[in-house]
Nanobody, 119 residues
Framework: QVQLVESGGGLVQAGGSLRLSCAAS????????MGWYRQAPGKQRELVAT???????NYADSVTGRFTISRDNAKNTVCLQMSSLKPEDTALYYC?????????????WGQGTQVTVSS
């Protein structure tokens, strides 16, 4: 069994910063890509940022230059540093990881952490 546990969400004023963290635990042989997605009310879940096991990163255009994704492979964690936050960044943020156990690889999701940016 694998668990992804997020932390770090909250309420912040526009222009402020927040740091999200996600820790993977359980039956893990290796972790491939990790990432963050978000879903605002009434909207579809969208990609925010991803990072490969080798450290290659990919960002949504809307967050490029403001958000930074990083990971610690030794600790099975991924973080999202968010700066210059805007009200439109308000959403439920989900951690995602593609995890291999023995010969099986599948995607796992965290439970989500709320980020609210006030204007």
């Amino acid at each position: 069994q694998v668990q992804l546990v997020e932390s770090g969400g909250g309420l912040v004023q526009a222009g402020g910063s927040l740091r999200l963290s996600c820790a993977a635990s359980g039956s893990i042989s290796s972790i491939n890509a990790m990432g963050w997605y978000r879903q605002a009310p009434g909207k579809q879940r969208e990609l925010v940022a991803t990072i490969s096991s080798g450290g290659s990163t990919n960002y949504a255009d809307s967050v490029t230059g403001r958000f930074t994704i990083s990971r610690d492979n030794a600790k099975n964690t991924v973080c999202l540093q968010m700066s210059s936050l805007k009200p439109e960044d308000t959403a439920l943020y989900y951690c995602n990881a593609r995890i291999t156990w023995a010969t099986v690889t599948r995607a796992y999701w965290g439970q989500g952490t709320q980020v609210t940016v006030s204007s």
